[in-house]
């Protein structure tokens, strides 16, 4: 029995994956929320957030491509930093994909609300929730290839989105120029329509939409040649920008008039069916299940390598470093998805409130998860030896800009009411982890003793 991962991953598994992994519930559902805080404006708050997100991975793709290592950021703190860095980071990313896994499982439910209003959400958790724990312990070349058809619908989707809503602003008949026009764009309070404070807000959005990106760093330990196949994975990331993001939600907002689309559902679903397309609205839906689905499958596939690494560091029992004959980590993902499992026991107690406190609370991990990754690259550019191939963008000046940006959005985060908790829950979960690794060290010290 070996405690190495296979390398079954290729090139078109990890660039689509990358391509597909930001994808999910807080692109098709979230951008609603962003929608209306910003208004037009939120354009230019996923550029911003998108360069950001861009130099984040690219420090993150500098030390993936020195040392491709599944263990990812968490370890590079292990090795550049110290045992203690490598610890609470790769904990706080365990956290943060369980969280997301969660909120994915539950947006499920949420979208299938719109073909069956009366659906029991915590049944349909429960069912997804084992087919893909079966997904992920086949082996990874299924888990890739699941992936990357998944990340290739909403890949195919949304420039199918883009294609035709420029069709209908260019030849929509007269009568519905009232409600499908570009003016639409500045034509209801202008492109900053809700002020500072709302172009603010929106980032809070915008930076959970952004999660997930960083799995392209993970995937490097299973990537059959990480150093060619990295570096183009992170340089997609531009063209996921302007595509994925600035183009669809420019299109959304001109098809139909941004202050009178529906927060509470996906704007993609809402637009189609307030202009009367509504098979286009129900193909949107599904499209938003798929999207949910592949981030679900990528994060149970993160979850499970990090608490994998964290076991070969000393810091997570040595259970968790068993490898199936298929090269699976069988123990991380069984222990994972029983922690996921617990979305069943939430969606069946507290439906309605679940959602929101789950992305408040993914939103704040990912901000710790990306600062991070910034403070390890800084030590890695210190002490690494080697010839750096796939240096960081404009460092080390890109690095502290970013730094900045993400102590601005925790700080904007305090003053959102459904997001205010996340800011308090944040420093109690550093201490129950700084807890846990001093208990780890004093149980250490005494066996060794």
């Known amino acids: 029995m070996t405690n190495k991962l296979k390398h079954g991953l290729s090139k078109r598994h990890i ?10 519930t807080g692109f098709f559902f979230g951008a609603g929320e962003s929608i209306k805080l910003a208004g037009p404006a939120i354009l230019l708050s996923y550029a911003i957030g998108g360069i950001m997100m861009y130099i984040i991975v690219r420090a993150l793709g500098e030390m993936a491509v020195a040392e491709p290592s599944s263990g990812s950021f968490s370890y590079y703190a292990y090795k550049y930093i110290g045992n203690y860095a490598g610890f609470v980071s790769g904990w706080n990313y365990w956290f943060n994909y369980i969280i997301v896994c969660m909120l994915e499982l539950t947006a499920t439910g949420i979208f299938m609300d719109y073909w069956f ?10 069912v997804v929730m084992l087919i ?85 760093g993970i995937t490097a330990g299973e990537a059959e040649n990480p150093k060619k196949t990295i570096p183009m994975a992170i340089n997609g990331i531009i063209v996921r920008i302007l595509l994925f993001y600035l183009a ?9 008039p941004w202050n009178k689309i529906d927060a509470h559902i996906s704007p993609f679903v809402d637009v189609f069916k307030q202009i009367g397309i509504s ?20 994060g149970i596939y993160g979850t499970a390598r990090m608490v994998y690494n964290l076991g070969l560091q000393g810091n997570a029992p040595q259970q968790f470093t068993h490898i199936s004959k298929k090269g699976i980590p069988t123990v991380a993902i069984i222990f994972s998805m029983i922690c996921i499992g617990l979305t069943v026991l939430l969606n069946y107690l507290y439906p309605k409130q679940i959602f929101n406190v789950l ?11 990306w600062i991070t990754i910034l403070i390890t690259h800084a030590s890695f550019k210190r002490k690494f030896k080697g010839n750096s191939s796939y240096p960081a963008w404009l460092y080390p000046a890109s690095s502290i800009i970013a730094l900045i940006f993400l102590v601005i959005v925790a700080i904007v985060m305090y003053f959102m009411p459904d997001f205010r908790m996340a800011i308090v829950i944040a420093p109690i979960w550093i201490a129950i982890l700084s807890l846990a690794y001093m208990i ?7 066996n060794n003793g």
Do not use: D
């Open 117 to 126: 209003p009366s659906s029991v959400h915590w049944i349909i958790t429960l």
């Open 132 to 216: 893909f724990m079966g997904i992920n312990l086949l082996n990874v070349k299924f888990f890739g290839e699941f992936e990357f058809w998944f990340a290739g619908i909403k890949v195919f989707t949304v420039i199918c989105l883009v294609i035709f809503g420029i069709y209908i602003l260019s030849f929509s008949p007269s009568s519905n120029q009232n409600v499908s026009n570009v003016a639409n764009l500045w034509s209801h309070g202008g492109f900053f329509a809700n002020g500072l404070q709302g172009f603010l807000f929106s980032f809070v959005v915008v930076v959970f939409s952004f999660g997930g990106t960083e799995l392209v």
């Open 359 to 369: 992305l408040s609370v993914a939103t704040i991990a990912s901000i710790l998860n």
């Open 15 to 24: 660039l689509m994956i990358a391509l597909g992994s930001a994808i999910g």
């Open 279 to 298: 098979k286009a609205a129900s193909l949107m839906n599904l499209v938003a299940i798929t999207a949910a689905l592949s981030s679900l499958n990528s």
């Open 248 to 256: 669809t939600l420019a299109i959304i907002m001109c098809l139909y």
């Open 440 to 446: 780890k060290i004093k149980f250490e010290r005494k």
